[in-house]
């Protein structure tokens, strides 16, 4: 007897969230504040992002200062010390965000007996990511730090042209402009948005500029030469923390010096340099091999997986390290730390898995196709018909690489493409999280939906090597396929050998991401974030390389 047909007839996603909205850790000691004064359960309320009790102590505190006083004198001092222990490497960043959501309860509790709620504010800036990018976490992290350190912050949101960001800063009148961006293009933006705002007069804003994409020698030098008001350069959101309140004292913000972590580097944009792209008959030493032939011309799509089967291609140094950000105390060994590790932030991995399994959508399309090199181009031939053609750079020195050298340029060769997404959903989750406060949970979940795309792509690369014939190196363990011990690679557009964002247009004429929901950006990024797309090189030399 057959089984009906059963249908999903709720959203996930809304029922995650009910189900988990109440959910915190419960604390069964004895309460650790007990006996200590008032001024200093508080601050260690903030310190060690303890909620239990919190509207006790403040209740209790408000019989001997005012609600304002208790935020400037006992509240901003308890985070004044969670930002020396993150500094000094003694505290981590999700508990720095734990602390900020502690100080947020306190706020909220505390804001109706204030008269007027904008008298605690330190300073105000306004946040945006600019115009083209839809990257927020690191802006984000800003607003979090800042506002939970008595400035009032209004933050626009992403993909922000200059007029939006200058109509925010007039409208609520903060003291100064804080401008974010995650691509090498966003730098260019910044620039141009620094030029109009000399030509508009209203250089009377400093302005931080912060980005994975910025070097402190490109602020500090470049845009500070050409910028007629204060332009500063944040690494993190903790310096962009002492420039604001450098500001507030109506002081300079001094440049923090280069040393660990702060390496002074020459900024290289692509656009800038088309000499890289120009062929001068000189190619690599990358010896031309046989092609293996494609199961088929074109591409295919899929939309069903395991997700729990992607999960086990996550890099966890990528995810703990990287995203979630837990870093290795002063005084800590390696050993030690692996064990912290493995005791602290595997259980947050594997439950995160199981309550994220619903949220996450998991889809690929992925083709091969007819190709040859001419010169510096990759040209590729559209089943559908007409051909596509790629530009690479090539290094000046050295061994000469070029992306192209990788295919044939005297006979007909193949590239494979791809396309992956683990879908929209998870970003919604994630500025749910924001908006409610919930910081830790916040990074926790934005990092779990970066590397589970990333590891989508790393399983569908493996995937296309098998169904190309091209597996015969593959490596007994994930970690050394995490570190590429395979034959051939990945390229993705906007790194050192193809950083050319454009390109995205060619690869969606070729596999059509849009039937699984992937779309371009006016900048050429891929939107829902969590995706990523890729060329796919079969030949043995292909390795990631610099271009200079």
């Known amino acids: 007897?057959?089984?009906?047909?059963?249908?999903?007839?709720?959203?996930?996603?809304?029922?995650?969230?009910?189900?988990?909205?109440?959910?915190?850790?419960?604390?069964?000691?004895?309460?650790?504040?007990?006996?200590?004064?008032?001024?200093?359960?508080?601050?260690?309320?903030?310190?060690?992002?303890?909620?239990?009790?919190?509207?006790?102590?403040?209740?209790?505190?408000?019989?001997s200062y005012g609600p304002l006083e208790i935020v400037n004198d006992i509240l901003l001092d308890g985070m004044k010390t969670v930002g020396e222990l993150f500094g000094s490497g003694q505290m981590q960043l999700p508990f720095v965000l734990q602390s900020?959501?502690?100080?947020?309860?306190?706020?909220?509790?505390?804001?109706?007996?204030?008269?007027?709620?904008a008298e605690r504010s330190k300073g105000s800036i306004v946040l945006a990511t600019v115009a083209g990018d839809v990257h927020d976490i690191g802006k984000n992290l800003v607003d979090i730090i800042l506002s939970n350190n008595g400035f009032r912050v209004v933050n626009i949101g992403i993909k922000q042209p200059i007029e939006s960001i200058l109509k925010a800063a007039e409208e609520h009148k903060v003291d100064a402009i804080g401008m974010s961006g995650l691509l090498v293009k966003s730098t260019l933006v910044m620039r141009e948005n620094l030029l109009e705002?000399?030509?508009?007069?209203?250089?009377?804003?400093?302005?931080?500029?912060?980005?994975?994409?910025?070097?402190?020698?490109y602020v500090e030098e470049d845009l500070r030469s050409l910028y007629k008001g204060n332009v500063y350069y944040a690494q993190d959101a903790f310096e962009g923390l002492?420039?604001?309140?450098?500001?507030?004292?109506?002081?300079?913000?001094?440049?923090?010096?280069?040393?660990?972590?702060?390496a002074v580097r020459s900024h290289r944009l692509p656009d800038s340099e088309p000499d890289l792209y120009r062929f001068d008959g000189v190619r690599s030493d990358v010896q031309p091999v046989e092609p293996p032939v494609p199961p088929f011309l074109g591409s295919k799509r899929r939309d069903k997986f395991d997700i729990f089967e992607i999960y086990r291609?996550?890099?966890?140094?990528?995810?703990?390290?990287?995203?979630?950000?837990?870093?290795?105390?002063?005084?800590?060994?390696?050993?030690?730390?692996?064990?912290?590790?493995?005791?602290?932030?595997?259980?947050?991995?594997?439950?995160?898995?199981?309550?994220?399994?619903?949220?996450?959508?998991p889809r690929v399309v992925w083709g091969y196709f007819r190709c040859r090199s001419q010169g510096n181009d990759l040209v590729v031939a559209n089943p559908e018909g007409g051909e596509v053609r790629f530009r690479f750079p090539r290094q000046r020195d050295g061994r000469r690489l070029c992306l192209a050298d990788f295919f044939r340029e005297d006979a007909d060769d193949y590239v494979a493409f791809q396309a992956v997404t683990v879908g929209p959903e998870v970003s919604r989750y994630e500025r749910a999280l924001f908006e409610a406060?919930?910081?830790?949970?916040?990074?926790?979940?934005?990092?779990?939906?970066?590397?589970?795309?990333?590891?989508?792509?790393?399983?569908?690369?493996?995937?296309?090597?098998?169904?190309?014939?091209?597996?015969?190196?593959?490596?007994?363990?994930?970690?050394l396929l995490f570190s590429a011990k395979y034959r051939g690679a990945r390229f993705s557009f906007g790194y050192p050998a193809c950083p050319n964002l454009e390109d995205q247009k060619g690869l969606f004429e070729l596999l059509r991401p849009e039937r699984i929901g992937i779309e371009l950006t006016e900048e050429w990024m891929?939107?829902?974030?969590?995706?990523?797309?890729?060329?796919?090189?079969?030949?043995?030399?292909?390795?990631?390389f610099n271009v200079r």
């Open 437 to 479: 406060g919930d910081y830790q949970r916040y990074l926790l979940v934005h990092g779990m939906g970066v590397e589970t795309a990333e590891a989508l792509a790393e399983y569908w690369h493996q995937q296309v090597r098998r169904e190309w014939g091209i597996d015969d190196q593959e490596p007994e363990s994930l970690k």
């Open 242 to 262: 002492r420039i604001m309140e450098s500001l507030a004292k109506g002081g300079p913000a001094a440049p923090a010096k280069s040393g660990p972590g702060r």
């Open 1 to 63: 007897m057959s089984q009906p047909e059963r249908r999903c007839t709720y959203d996930p996603l809304v029922e995650l969230m009910r189900r988990f909205e109440s959910v915190r850790q419960q604390e069964t000691a004895a309460d650790p504040l007990e006996g200590l004064p008032i001024e200093d359960r508080l601050r260690r309320h903030i310190v060690d992002g303890l909620k239990k009790n919190l509207e006790r102590d403040l209740e209790e505190a408000l019989e």
């Open 526 to 544: 891929l939107s829902p974030e969590q995706s990523t797309t890729a060329l796919i090189a079969h030949h043995p030399q292909a390795k990631y």
């Open 313 to 361: 291609y996550i890099n966890p140094i990528a995810l703990f390290r990287g995203q979630w950000q837990f870093r290795r105390r002063p005084d800590q060994s390696n050993p030690e730390f692996d064990q912290w590790l493995a005791e602290n932030v595997q259980p947050i991995f594997e439950r995160l898995q199981r309550e994220l399994a619903p949220v996450f959508q």
């Open 100 to 117: 900020a959501e502690v100080m947020k309860a306190a706020v909220r509790y505390l804001e109706p007996r204030m008269e007027k709620a």
């Open 197 to 217: 705002m000399n030509e508009r007069g209203l250089h009377r804003y400093p302005v931080i500029l912060g980005g994975a994409a910025l070097t402190r020698a």
